[in-house]
């Protein structure tokens, strides 16, 4: 096939795939994330079934197109939208009551499936954790009891959130070209089953909510900043916007499906984002010199907090060995809540609020560590190593303006 036919099918073939995820949407309340592209994509209302073979027609026409005669981005293009309409369709099944079990239905949806860990192993790593808490009791009481002296008043919330995305913005901006004209607004919200969100709205403006039904840690604020911010989810739509859907007219990248394979790669970009904007001692300086002092807590603490919060972060993986033990049946939710408290060492009432998360995002979880780790060994094996911040950063820019895949990161 000539390379002008295969241009003009993967454009008519990317109409379709928007077509079809905003026609999920009907169907689904959280599956489309963001959409900004022209309203004439928006078609009738479809029935499931339609879908389903609208989807697999497509497929089989991309897999006519011939991969040989593309170039790097458009090969990354073809195989992009391929698996994002596989995942589609794992996703209108589950939709119509097909039943799968976690790593099938991550590995359907997604493109990856998260490693398994024993119960022993985490309690090795808690214990670890527990060496460098004060006080006595289980290490999840202390584990609470420390965290308890971090929360950030609500008064002062707004003052140093602003702070930390500020800072996160100056970093990000200092390495990365940010498109003319960007920007958020931040609102704080309540009711909801996670704890920030990044709305992306086109013309490279999002919302960011936060959430403020649980008390607000000192580490939340980079957190959020970094990862619904800068280099963040912000960046990372920021950029596909300027990139793909301005610079190329790929329409695939108007709308965004929040069960598909491109979550892995915005969650795991935007937690490792964290570490992009503060990397080594850097985060903790910054919250010992700004952070601290703003949010009334001891600056002389600062290093000891991101001492225990590195060894908390490395437990995160307790968070889906919960989901995936509860969305295969294998635990209550009293059960979950309890492995979430005693191995993720979350209190009772962030574990509840996260079981609440797993029945409405279900395999999702898997996206955030297991996709910053899979970003993290991408990044470094390709060279882009902590001693080589330029590189570390070009490598991370390209990743998040292209078409990327779980798959592709291995
Ligand atoms: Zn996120």
Redesign the pocket.
């Known amino acids: 096939m000539k390379q002008n036919t295969t241009h003009a099918a993967l454009t008519r073939l990317s109409e379709t795939y928007v077509r079809l995820v905003l026609a999920v949407g009907a169907h689904d309340a959280d599956y489309v994330d963001a959409f900004y592209g022209p309203p004439s994509l928006k078609g009738e209302e479809l029935p499931l079934e339609t879908i389903r073979k609208r989807a697999a027609a497509a497929i089989a026409e991309l897999k006519m197109l011939s991969p040989t005669r593309m170039d790097g981005m458009v090969l990354l293009r073809h195989r992009y939208i391929l698996r994002q309409l596989q995942s589609l369709l794992a996703r209108v099944d589950m939709l119509g009551g097909k039943k799968m079990t976690f790593d099938e239905e991550s590995q359907a949806l997604y493109d990856a499936v998260a490693p398994v860990y024993t119960e022993e192993h985490f309690r090795t790593l808690r214990d670890e954790l527990g060496t460098a808490l004060p006080g006595t009791g289980s290490v999840p009481e202390r584990f609470e009891a420390y965290r308890k002296g971090f929360v950030i008043p609500t008064e002062k919330l707004d003052r140093v959130f602003t702070a930390a995305i500020e800072e996160s913005r100056k970093r990000t901006a200092r390495r990365i070209t940010l498109p003319a004209g960007e920007s958020f607004t931040v609102e704080y919200v309540t009711g909801k089953s996670w704890s920030g969100y ?1 709305w992306f709205k086109g013309n490279c403006h999002s919302l960011i909510q936060v959430n403020t039904d649980l008390p607000i840690t000192a580490d939340r604020a980079v957190d959020l900043a970094s ?2 911010g800068y280099p ?2 912000h960046v990372y739509n920021s950029l596909l916007e300027t990139h793909l859907v301005r610079g190329k007219k790929w329409m695939e990248f108007t709308v965004y499906p929040l069960f598909s394979p491109q979550s892995l790669i ?2 795991g970009t ?1 937690n490792f984002g964290i570490e992009m904007a503060f990397p080594g001692e850097e985060r903790a300086e910054f919250e010992r010199d700004v952070l601290f002092p703003l949010a009334g807590f001891p600056a002389a603490e600062a290093a000891q907090y991101y001492r225990i919060h590195e060894l908390f972060l490395k437990l995160a993986y307790a968070g889906n060995e919960a989901a995936r033990r509860y969305l295969n049946g294998e635990f209550t939710r009293e059960q979950a809540v309890d492995y979430l408290v005693n191995y993720a060492l979350m209190s009772a009432d962030r574990a509840s609020q996260r079981t609440k998360f797993f029945d409405q995002y279900r395999s999702y979880v898997i996206n955030y560590n297991l996709g910053q780790d899979m970003v993290k060994r991408y990044i470094e094996s390709a060279g882009g190593t902590l001693r080589k911040p330029d590189l570390r950063w070009k490598i991370f820019e390209e990743l998040i303006s292209s078409p990327r895949l779980p798959s592709g990161l291995l």
Do not use: R, V
């Open positions: 990044n990862h619904e963040g989810h915005a969650e935007a």
